[in-house]
């Protein structure tokens, strides 16, 4: 019998351990194309420091952002959807949790190059008086741009944008893999509207039609003329629904009015359901028959009730006195009528 011995798995482990190896990750622990992450992330302008984007809220409050007007935390991002830089992308692509990275991300990727000849020089009139100095913000034909002078009736405007030709700077952290397919759905709808929208995934049993399988070659030709009248077949499928309750913010927001087909194919696509129903629900203020709903409503805006049902009886009041003159007015035309029709008589009779 030899005296050697089997080494297994166990043992190469224990040996990896001692002679201090790390083991290799496993291709499940790196970030993929299709994973979703939970990012921490500021972009800076390499020339100037400017701050472009970030999630981090001491950061915004330092740039002069006021952090009550819109949300500053760490996004979920959908790799490979184009939610951030390519290159950004690319470098997360492979990495793990906890690992952080910082990108320079090109002009021509992030804000393009500049373009000498978006500086074009137009009449002081279209632009509104109260903008008409260096480094206002304006707006003409759907183009946005800086005013750089204004001489005379003519004003000079740069039209790139005010980033174009800076390399922006990306520093990243990667907090977590997303697996929860509710968050992967509210990072998408995350990168249209800052909004904290409801909603759920459920399964349902719907009909649908299965058109029928066609015939084989040999016998095509013997049923080509029952061809138009086959039907197609009816069955019970179960589908997966994400359901999001509309808000107002969503509804009114031009992207998702204008895009909304292509972002419902993206949440399809990417987290796995097979179909998307936006709902809205409207609740009525209810009448005026019944005094508490009303009380209800007036709680939060510094209103007597008591007030405002003692004017409304007023109101009650002054609906009857227009009535009754209606009603006077009506029967005072009634007698001149009448009075009219005897005057017509007696000339008759004359």
Do not use: C
């Not at 970030?54 to 184009?82: H, L, S, W, Y």
């Not at 909603?199 to 049993?205: D, G, K, L, R, V």
């Not at 209103?303 to 209606?326: P, S």
């Amino acid at each position: 019998m030899s005296d050697e011995t089997d080494d297994g798995p166990d043992q190469s482990a224990d040996d990896a351990a001692d002679t201090g190896e790390d083991e290799p990750e496993s291709p499940s622990d790196t970030i993929g194309e299709s994973d979703f992450v939970k990012l921490a992330y500021t972009a800076r302008s390499a020339d100037n420091d400017t701050l472009v984007d970030t999630t981090d809220p001491e950061v915004a409050e330092d740039a002069g952002i006021d952090i009550e007007q819109q949300t500053f935390e760490p996004r979920i991002i959908g790799i490979g959807a184009g939610h951030i830089f390519p290159s950004v992308e690319d470098d997360i692509e492979g990495k793990s949790i906890g690992d952080t990275g910082t990108v320079a991300v090109p002009p021509d990727e992030a804000f393009g190059d500049y373009d000498p000849e978006q500086v074009r020089t137009v009449s002081a009139d279209s632009i509104p008086e109260d903008d008409r100095y260096p480094g206002a913000r304006v707006e003409l034909d759907g183009q946005q741009g800086v005013v750089e002078t204004v001489i005379g009736g003519r004003a000079r405007v740069d039209f790139n944008h005010m980033l174009a030709g800076e390399t922006i700077e990306y520093e990243y952290e990667i907090l977590d893999v997303i697996e929860d397919r509710i968050e992967q759905a509210q990072g998408i709808l995350g990168a249209v509207v800052d909004a904290d929208l409801e909603m759920w995934i459920e399964t349902e049993e719907v009909e649908e039609e299965i058109p029928p399988e066609p015939e084989p070659d040999d016998e095509a030709d013997e049923d080509e003329a029952d061809a138009d009248d086959t039907q197609p077949e009816t069955q019970i499928v179960e589908v997966e629904t994400l359901y999001i309750e509309s808000v107002p913010q969503l509804s009114m927001n031009q992207q998702w009015m204008f895009q909304k087909q292509q972002i419902a194919q993206e949440l399809i696509e990417r987290v796995g359901i097979d179909r998307v129903i936006v709902q809205e629900t409207l609740e009525g203020l209810g009448g005026f028959g019944g005094m508490g709903d009303i009380e209800s409503l007036l709680e939060d805006v510094d209103v007597d009730a008591d007030e405002v049902a003692e004017e409304l009886d007023e109101l009650d009041e002054l609906d009857e006195l227009d009535e009754l003159d209606e009603d006077t007015e009506l029967d005072e035309d009634a007698e001149l009528d009448e009075d009219a029709e005897l005057v017509e008589s007696d000339d008759t009779e004359e």
